[in-house]
């Protein structure tokens, strides 16, 4: 139990469609970081954000945004799905930001969506 | 770019043999190295951090070890139980971010 929560556990969608991710952080941990986990692959860092502003991005194209709120939570939005997109969505927190930062990361549970 | 390489990609053994899992990396700034473990369909639990200026850490059956300057790192886990079953998983960190390997799926037959 990580204290880190995600929401909705599963999710389908058609492409073209848009979706929100959510994710709630432990409290007092100004970090939060998107990963995509393809089946069989490990997860690629998608963007990090630090106390509301992106802290950093990978190569994702920017139809994939994000935003994160004072109050410890976050949401991944996806905009015009396609079938590559189906993934499993982890958000992980951490305490820090500084991009030396050697805090643990802490993991939710994750948002499983298939795009049909 | 960091790459993460985790040998062999599964592995079975019987109930009570020690496993050793393998992950080498190319780029060795790194800031730490931690093992995560991860059930069928759900999300990742850490197991191991270590820092870039350890050499190894150890919890309870479980010992990792880093050798940053070769990139490497070596997750021992001591008499495996059925109950260890899972894909485990290596990530090192580099500027704000963590980089994976594909992992490794153990099977510990009963």
């Known amino acids: 139990e990580t204290g880190v929560t995600q929401s909705p556990t599963h999710l389908i969608k058609t492409r073209g469609q848009q979706v929100t991710l959510r994710c709630s952080s432990q409290?007092?941990?100004?970090?939060v970081s998107w990963y995509q986990q393809a089946l069989g692959q490990g997860p690629q860092f998608i963007f990090q954000?630090?106390?509301?502003?992106?802290?950093g991005r990978g190569n994702f194209p920017p139809r994939f945004s994000g935003l994160q709120f004072p109050n410890y939570s976050s949401e991944l939005n996806v905009n015009a799905l396609e079938l590559d997109d189906s993934a499993l969505y982890l958000c992980?927190?951490?305490?820090?930001?500084?991009?030396?930062?050697?805090?643990?990361?802490?993991f939710g549970p994750g948002t499983r969506l298939t795009v049909l | 770019k960091q790459e993460v390489t985790q040998i062999p990609a599964a592995l079975s053994v019987p109930e009570g043999e020690n496993l050793v899992l393998n992950c080498s990396f190319t780029?060795?700034?790194?800031?730490?190295l931690q093992w995560f473990r991860q059930d069928p369909g759900k999300g990742l639990t850490s197991l191991l951090l270590?820092?870039?200026?350890?050499r190894e850490q150890t919890s309870g059956r479980l010992n990792a070890s880093l050798d940053k300057s070769s990139g490497r790192s070596t997750l021992y886990i001591a008499a495996s139980q059925p109950g260890d079953s899972a894909t485990y998983l290596c990530?090192?960190?580099?500027?704000?971010?963590?980089?994976f390997g594909a992992g490794t799926t153990v099977t510990v037959r009963a």
């Open positions: 992980a927190s951490s305490l820090g930001g500084r991009r030396e930062s050697t805090d643990t990361q802490y």
């Open positions: 409290s007092g941990h100004n970090t």
């Open positions: 954000y630090y106390r509301e502003e992106e802290n």
């Open positions: 780029d060795s700034a790194i800031y730490n």
């Open positions: 270590i820092q870039s200026s350890q």
């Open positions: 990530a090192v960190s580099n500027d704000y971010k963590l980089s």
